[in-house]
């Protein structure tokens, strides 16, 4: 990593430290503040030195076109405790682009299409719980969702009690990643046994064998279902090798990581907008009265458009970030090699020269045009995009059809974005009311009003 700021673009000389601060704080507006002042490319100083940001459609583009061999990961150890060494989000070069092939057949086409059923029973699943007037922390609802899902298409865990099993498992050891382990090797230490870290440990280690015995079993019996961990299991790199147990086992947990929350939060604040716009929602309704198989709704034009706004206007991942290994040109400068440079997701997606009043929530305007991957880019871009952007879009519009098409809301309050770790999700969680089903126009969502155990 080079450290002389002057073949850089221009930027503010904050103090690493303050920048990490103000970013953690609220990454919107950290970086509107540079750009307004330095225009896009910039440059801030972080802890692993400068880094330059980019909040231009034309230079994302650059950066998301680059040779995919001129570009490594940035910060992605951080991860590593929790996905592993050989986890796709942290390898680079021929290795990710080898993983990711064997990875990508289940998250597209028809093999995608495949877990419709699963995502909306999910839905209806989480719903049985409910009773009229219930209060809702509405993304605990939908974490519930996502992570039945997960376990169901991912790790092909089927009947409910093992999901309740599975979801103990992974809960305990996501919420046992104490952030200061995460970001700070020194903190990677357990005295006597003892301590965050150590509590981590265990609950990783409780998972892992979790993990590994349901491998051996699957593939003792020889008992391969639909489910993604399966497909892995039997898909073969060019040379013909299997995956090993430790690399299914960490692309199961980056599966698990990337796709768990970050889908609940997005379905939380569709549900808030939503319902924050009641003449939207009930464009929204009328639309998906007209459409009852998984696939019709998920052509359904004014539902994509309600999940792109939601997405434009809070995308769950501010920024990506890649590291060159080559020079690289990002609008009138050549960085060069070793220098980070980020795509700021957010600052792109609230330019008023791209989206008018870019504040508001107007699903409407994904009507009126065709936006470039490089304007809206809530799955980031290039060799790294997200590989279940696809599933994710599926799940928002399937589960959106079914809450909203067969039951009622109220929102309870006021919200904005806070950053949780690697994501940027609702502060108080998207509060609503259940007020119960609506007139039966959806005969799909009416069989699972059996209460299932908390
Ligand atoms: C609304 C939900 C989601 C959002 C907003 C989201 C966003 C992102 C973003 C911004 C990236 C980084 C892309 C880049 O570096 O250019 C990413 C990567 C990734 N996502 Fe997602 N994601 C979502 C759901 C999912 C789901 C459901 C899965 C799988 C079950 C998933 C799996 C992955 C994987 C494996 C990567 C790493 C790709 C690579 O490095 O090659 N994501 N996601």
Known sequence: MTSDRRALPPGPNTPAVLVTLQYMRDAYRFYRKQYERYGSPFTVNTLRGPLVVVADPEQAKQVFTTNPDELDTWGADALDPVVGPTSLLLVAGARHRRDRKLLTPPFHGARMKAYGAVMREAAQHEVARWMPGDELNFLRSAQHVSLEVILRAVFGVQDGRAVLAWSAAITSMIESAHPAGMFFRAARVAPFGLGPWAKFLAARAALDAMIYEEIHERRAAQRFGDDILSLMMQARYDDGAAMSDAELRDELLTLLLAGHETTAISLSWAMWWLHQHPAKLERLRDELATATESEAIAQLPYLEAVCNETLRLYPIVSDVVRTARAPLTVGAYTLPAGVAVAVSIVTIHERADLFERPAAFEPERFLQKKHSPFEHLPFGGG?????????????????????????????????????????????????????????????????AKERRPH
């Not at 997200?386 to 599933?391: P, T």
């Not at 809301?409 to 259940?434: C, D, I, K, N």
């Open 383 to 447: 060799h790294r995009r997200c590989l279940g952007a696809a599933f994710a879009m599926y799940e928002m519009k399937l589960v959106l059809a079914e809450l909203l098409g067969a039951h009622r809301f109220e929102s309870l309050g006021q919200e904005r974005p806070v950053r949780r770790g690697v994501t940027l999700g609702p502060a108080e969680g998207v509060r609503l009311r259940y007020l119960g089903p609506r007139a039966p126009s959806r005969p799909s969502s009416e069989n």
